[in-house]
């Protein structure tokens, strides 16, 4: 499957979003975005963080030649 720009944009910018709320270094291939059947984006985390978060809720938002996202974290206690 073809991604366009824009989606690709996307999924760096969760990516991105995820890197900066841990304050670390990004290393891209330990986070998968893909999409539901619904086109709401599902973030796999594939690092040893995984077990330190609770919950997690993201976002990606498009507008024309921009791409946004945001990531809100819940961290185990």
């Known amino acids: 499957m073809k991604l366009k720009a824009e989606h690709l944009a996307g ?10 709320a841990f304050e670390m270094k990004p290393r891209w291939l330990d986070l998968e975005v893909k999409e539901t059947s ?23 938002s498009h507008d024309g030649d921009y791409a946004v996202a945001q990531v809100v974290v819940l961290m185990k206690k």
């Open 11 to 20: 999924k760096i910018a969760l990516k991105e979003a995820f890197f900066k």
């Open 38 to 60: 619904s086109g709401k984006p599902k973030l796999i985390v594939y690092t040893v963080l995984i077990d330190k978060i609770e919950k997690m809720d993201y976002s990606i």
